[in-house]
């Protein structure tokens, strides 16, 4: 290559002394109108030559010179990058290995070397979140949105560090930065609506349930979130009719049984809306029919203490003995009818009605009211047999309401049970889980 363009040059000259050889007259360089210079033709053919080669010599000097430091630089940043992922990579193993120190010391390693490594910042925040020190995870996570205020991760454990400090304006805020960059994030929905849950805020709950059922695609999920929707609208009409507004109130639970027929709690929320009223006798009627339509056991409680109450109870032993008839191997329905007979005083019925159940199954309850009913009579001995078979496990009088969902046993009822969150879910199950 040397020795090519030495030839280039030496040809170069030759032609510029053969031409010079030939071409001796004199041009005249004009500085002014009357200052010029008299030179050689050749020579100022030569000037124009040089100064252009010098010129582009400069130019590829400064581009060389350009491209050298850039490289050097990449070459330094490349070097930098390498070092930062050892440590990222050493800190991640100790991570999986559970050496949450020595983790944070190789990510701290990597910040020294990077400050704005997006992953190392992450990861430190979510250590310190681990350790519970909601300061220092701030602090990471906030350095996370200076270098990208996008970042939805940064944002969701912000979101998550301010719900566990009950700072909830600020977690609804973070909720909704993620929202404006994705509307359908479901961890933003599924937290936006843990903070309404948690304030009673229904219509916000309700709002937002819709917005997760909008963004699910798995039709397993759709149908729960759907379930969910039913249940957040119950407690919004429950809380309405708490607050004394009835037409909401009655409007969601009315809705709510057009679409799930057995959702027993809006039955109850309609009763309710009626006694408010002061419909008593509508909301009994109602009941009957709602009884008839699902054969649920808690609304035939629930007819039991309302008539009880105003006064009628052979309305009360009729609709027993209706549903008796329609389900003759209940041994819930007859435990109840036995259980009404003796709130009645009628020891002789009840007595009746509990014989059927000698089948060899333990049922606590059934020997509270047996005993009860020998107690009334006078009969100690048998009452005491009776009484003596429940001191091992202490039970009352009362039936318990429990959960076919979790298996959560409550003293009183709920329209959700507080074991799974889950609505609709309470019931009595004497044949089943109450059995000993």
Not at 91 to 101: E, F, P, R, V
Not at 138 to 144: F, L, R, W
């Amino acid at each position: 290559m040397f020795k090519f363009i030495s030839f280039i040059i030496i040809v170069f000259l030759f032609t510029i002394f053969y031409l010079a050889l030939y071409n001796m007259n004199t041009v005249k360089l004009m500085i002014t109108n009357e200052f010029y210079y008299e030179l050689p033709q050749i020579a100022l053919i030569m000037a124009s030559i040089t100064t252009g080669a010098a010129f582009m010599f400069l130019v590829f000097v400064v581009r060389d010179t350009r491209h050298y430091i850039k490289e050097k630089k990449l070459q330094k940043r490349r070097r930098k990058d390498e070092i930062v992922e050892q440590y990222y990579s050493r800190a991640i193993h100790n991570l999986i290995g559970k050496h949450t120190d020595e983790a944070l010391e190789d990510f701290e390693l990597a910040l020294r070397e990077n400050a704005e490594h997006i992953p190392s910042l992450i990861k430190t925040g979510d250590i310190y979140y681990e350790k519970s020190d909601n300061i220092k995870s701030v602090e990471y996570y906030q350095k996370v949105l200076k270098s990208d205020d996008q970042n939805i991760e940064a944002l969701c454990r912000l979101a998550d560090i301010m719900m566990r400090m009950k700072k909830d304006a600020e977690a609804l805020e973070y909720c909704e930065r993620v929202l404006g960059l994705e509307q359908d994030n479901l961890t933003a929905l599924y937290k936006k609506r843990e903070i309404y849950e948690t304030q009673t805020d229904w219509e916000q709950v309700i709002q937002t349930q819709r917005q997760i059922i909008n963004a699910i695609a798995n039709a397993a999920e759709l149908e729960k979130e759907k379930d969910k929707l039913l249940g957040y609208r119950y407690e919004n009409g429950k809380q309405s009719l708490e607050n004394g507004d009835i037409e909401t109130a009655k409007k969601e639970f009315k809705e709510i049984i057009k679409i799930q027929e057995d959702f027993i709690p809006a039955h109850l929320g309609i009763a309710e809306v009626m006694l408010k009223e002061e419909a008593i006798e509508e909301a009994v009627t109602y009941l009957e029919k709602a009884r008839e339509r699902t054969k649920s056991p808690i609304i035939l409680a629930r007819l039991e203490d309302l008539l009880i109450t105003i006064g009628e109870p052979s309305r009360l032993l009729k609709i027993y003995r209706t549903a008796i008839t329609e389900d003759m191997a209940s041994d819930t329905l007859r435990l109840f009818q036995g259980k009404l007979y003796y709130r009645l005083e009628m020891l002789d019925d009840a007595m009746d009605t509990l014989k059927g159940f000698d089948t060899g199954v333990f049922y606590p309850e059934l020997h509270m009211l047996r005993g009860g009913i020998y107690l009334k009579r006078g009969e100690l001995e048998r009452a005491v047999e009776e009484f003596l078979r429940l001191i091992d496990i202490k039970k009352a009088l009362w039936i318990p309401y429990i959960c076919q969902h979790c298996k959560t046993q409550l003293d009183e009822w709920s329209g959700r049970c507080p074991g799974c969150s889950k609505w609709n879910t309470l019931t009595f199950d004497l044949q089943g889980i109450c059995k000993i």
